[in-house]
């Protein structure tokens, strides 16, 4: 709870929802995942610091406070966090944040869906201390055996997701991407891969990492996924980038790329629409457009990102 009430830049964004957009309180607890007497309390302290007075200020250590609610308006996000931006290529402060909003929203008995990628290593590896252990079932989302880069692979990922909340976490061994959809098809019938793929169902979270199409920021096609005749065929269709291995365009559509989508051992796109809570994490000024997509496609609730991706986000046109 203390750390909650020390967090200024959510004590910002609760006095901004309750006073500027006149959310209410029940609503402001569905939105940033926090009880109603620390809304109640966070808005209080809001009034101590200065932030509420007559109007929602914006205090000089929120570098991005009003960057966030901007976006969150103009594409209708339910929370959007900045970041600043990276200057070696890997933004560690993505990460942190990252699993700073995770030890926030998430409770005992959760279901939490967890992605592949470099972008979700760095967040389960984050410097962040989390305090109280939380007891939830992490899922990964697809297959991913035997390819490159195991590290990066769901399961993995779901591990240690598993070991930093002291929850625990089941498996899915599967490629993750099949030769022919028929393959996929009978292999998703086998009862010991149903008992995974059925709790996609009750996912109550889902942190996944938003893949770009060009070949020097692809982790699909650094761990062999795709090669690059795929990735250039892809980009001529008009892809902008994938999550979850599944490719889309600049409107979220699919369609061009459904023979390979087809093929991926996970959640489908139609599942992801139904959680309620749906993390996108990616930063950088080359994910501006893979980000638009996969928030024109729906596929979004929450974006976490750096200045350089939200300033280009912030100047598309809508």
């Known amino acids: ?37 620390t809304v109640s309390r966070m808005l209080s302290v809001g009034k101590d610091l200065g932030i509420v007075k007559i109007e929602i200020n914006n205090p000089d250590n929120l570098l991005y406070g009003q960057l966030e609610r901007e976006l969150e308006k103009k594409f209708n996000l339910q929370e959007v966090i900045i970041v600043p931006s990276s200057e070696n290529g890997k933004n560690h402060e993505l990460g942190r944040v990252a699993l700073k909003f995770m030890t926030r929203i998430l409770r005992d008995g959760y279901y939490v869906g967890v992605s592949m990628g470099s972008t979700l290593q760095s967040i389960a590896r984050a410097d962040f201390f989390i305090e109280n252990n939380v007891s939830c079932t992490f899922v990964p989302v697809m297959g991913g055996v035997g390819e490159s880069r195991p590290d990066i692979h769901s399961n993995y990922l779901a591990q240690e997701f598993a070991d930093r909340f002291g929850g625990k976490c089941v498996q899915l061994f599967a490629p993750a991407l099949f030769s022919k959809r028929t393959l996929l098809e009978e292999f998703l019938k086998e009862k010991t891969i149903q008992r995974v793929t059925n709790l996609f169902r009750k996912l109550d979270v889902l942190i996944m990492g938003i893949g770009s199409i060009d070949p020097k920021f692809s982790t699909v096609l650094q761990t062999g996924y795709v090669d690059n005749k795929t990735l250039e065929d892809f980009g001529e269709r008009g892809a902008v980038g994938d999550i979850i291995l599944r490719y889309f365009d600049i409107n979220g559509n699919t369609k061009p790329f459904d023979e390979f989508n087809s093929r991926v051992a996970g959640i489908n796109l139609s599942q992801i629409k139904k959680i309620l809570c749906r993390v996108g994490v990616a930063g950088g000024k080359n994910k501006i457009q893979a980000v638009e997509g996969a928030i024109n496609g729906g596929y979004l609730t929450v974006l976490i990102t750096d200045i350089d991706c939200a300033e280009g986000l912030l100047s598309l046109k809508k």
């Open 1 to 37: 709870m203390r750390k909650l009430i020390d967090d200024v830049r959510l004590i910002f964004k609760c006095c901004s929802l309750y006073y500027q957009d006149g959310v209410g309180q029940k609503e402001i607890c569905r939105i940033l995942g926090i009880s109603r007497p």
